[in-house]
């Protein structure tokens, strides 16, 4: 009988201690050092992809076409967490409420409007528009429309010359709301409505091209596009392919994580 009680206490013991070894532990993320060593997912060719390759040690990264394709597998269990512009990162958040929105204030950016090198004319008429609109109140609308403090989005009238003769094609990657997003059948955000004006002041019509983010600069150097209004920031590896406008939004990166 006593041989038998402390087989079973053996078994017990043994027992205990492989659901031990087997529990999962939790990942725990407050701040951009917590993210050392984790499996975090990116936007392909974004400035959160970049940060993340330089700043963080033995991170495994996962490259995601979007930001909401990239949260999906945050929801999921894939990865631990996501590195993504703050807007964008407040939609997906509002979407989903199993995630939640870590800030650290880790990395500022600035958007600006991307042209061709050697498209002056271009370039200074966009770089006019900025400071038109921000002088004369109608930027501050825009932000207004498309980042409402109770979150309702009004989309302005469309402000497309249809009249004029050329156009002028603006790329962008519509999975990046308030900036860029599907709305319907068209490419509608802050972006887009911007690009209008900035088409009409240029004489032109605009025409919306969407595709992937990792694509528009290549597109603009080969002459598929003539601008890109897609939440861009400005960086130092950019600037050696593109010529950038006068800065229209300050932005940070963030990062998403499971509640």
């Known amino acids: 009988m006593k041989k038998i009680l402390t087989l079973l206490i053996a078994v017990c013991l043994l027992t205990s201690a492989v659901f031990a070894g087997g529990k999962k532990e939790k990942t725990v993320i407050n701040s951009a050092a917590d993210l050392a060593g984790k499996k975090i997912g990116v936007q392909a060719g974004t400035t959160g992809e970049m940060w993340v390759e330089e700043n963080v040690e ?3 990264i996962s490259s995601f076409k979007t930001g909401i394709d990239a949260a999906l597998d945050l929801k999921n269990g894939a990865i631990d967490a996501v590195v993504l512009d703050e807007l964008p990162a407040k939609e997906i958040v509002s979407r989903n409420k ?10 500022r950016e600035e958007y600006a409007i991307a042209v061709k090198k050697g ?6 008429s966009i770089n006019k528009t900025i400071e038109r609109m ?5 930027y501050e609308k825009l932000v207004n429309a498309f980042m409402p403090v109770d979150g309702k989005i009004v989309i302005p009238a469309d402000k497309t010359d249809s009249s004029a003769e050329k156009v002028l094609k603006l790329g962008t990657n519509a999975a990046f709301p308030p900036f860029e997003y599907v709305e319907g059948a068209n490419v509608a955000g802050f972006d887009i409505s911007m690009g209008q004006i900035i088409a009409a002041d240029y004489g032109r019509r605009l025409e919306v ?16 596009i003539d601008f890109i209004a897609a939440g861009m920031s400005v960086t130092e590896e950019r600037k050696k392919n593109v010529d950038f406008s006068v800065p229209y939004y300050e932005s940070e990166q963030v990062i998403i994580v499971r509640k």
């Open 134 to 138: 921000k002088a004369n109140g109608e």
């Open 209 to 224: 091209v969407d595709m992937a983010f990792d694509s528009l600069i290549p597109a603009l150097q080969s002459g598929a």
């Open 119 to 124: 498209n002056p004319d271009l370039l200074n």
């Open 98 to 107: 199993n995630l939640t929105i870590v800030k650290d204030n880790f990395a």
């Open 58 to 60: 033995g991170a495994k």
